[in-house]
């Protein structure tokens, strides 16, 4: 399909892991993003990684990409109250016969966090 | 300072009005966008602007319009609102490389 897709709603207990998966759609895309959207704010950028790269890991986060299912995963490591927010997964798609790019979103899933 | 400041915060309208939404940077890019956002659907992308004298429609154009009126300055208007434009609206920014786009606070726009 043409839409990047995501689960809407993720539920976990505080201290677990959290696993977050995203679908895009463009094997040619350079570039896959997380963003966070915590209540009442706008969109920041969490990590993103370069579509050579398997996976990238940043502290708690841990980004896996696989090209070929075309299928993104952030992992949240002991997930804290303050993780709750909504994650968007965004994908880079590079225009036909030009180097203007833009990003597409996915619908974002929420992530509650239980004490 | 914010870097990207959306005006007005919240608004409520009626039906029929014109309603002008405006966003400013100050992080010297280039490409500028704005998006709205409603509940279970994400973001969708309603016009975006690589330069000055450049712009494009995204997903949902219909029923906007936009102006840049500077590099630092890109307007979102409704001509006529509609209720179901009643949304979140963010502008972002971002530059050439496009690695990372930064959002503003949004407008929470309701139109009865």
């Known amino acids: 399909g043409e839409d990047v897709e995501q689960s809407l709603f993720l539920s976990v207990r505080e201290g677990d892991s959290s696993v977050i998966n995203c679908t895009y759609t463009d094997s040619s895309s350079t570039y896959l993003y997380w963003y966070k959207q915590e209540p009442g704010a706008g969109l920041q950028l969490l990590t993103y990684i370069f579509s050579n790269m398997d996976m990238k890991q940043d502290q708690r986060l841990t980004v896996l990409l696989n090209k070929k299912d075309k299928h993104l995963s952030l992992r949240i490591a002991d997930t804290q109250t303050g993780d709750s927010a909504i994650y968007f997964c965004a994908e880079r798609r590079e225009a036909r016969g030009s180097t203007l790019g833009r990003l597409y979103f996915g619908r974002g899933t929420q992530l509650t966090v239980w004490p | 300072d914010a870097d990207v400041t959306q005006t007005p915060r919240n608004r409520i309208t009626k039906t029929g009005k014109r309603i002008m939404l405006e966003c400013s940077q100050t992080k010297g890019h280039d490409r500028m966008y704005w998006y709205r956002q409603d509940p279970g659907l994400g973001l969708r992308l309603i016009y975006y602007?690589?330069?000055?004298?450049?712009?494009n429609k995204g997903e949902i154009s219909d029923g906007y319009s936009v102006s840049r009126q500077a590099q630092a300055k890109f307007s979102l208007s409704l001509e006529s609102a509609i209720p179901n434009q009643t949304a979140l609206y963010f502008c972002?920014?971002?530059?050439?490389?496009?690695?990372?786009?930064?959002f503003g606070p949004g407008t929470r726009l309701t139109v009865l």
């Open positions: 602007s690589f330069d000055v004298k450049d712009i």
């Open positions: 972002a920014t971002s530059d050439l490389q496009d690695n990372e786009q930064f």
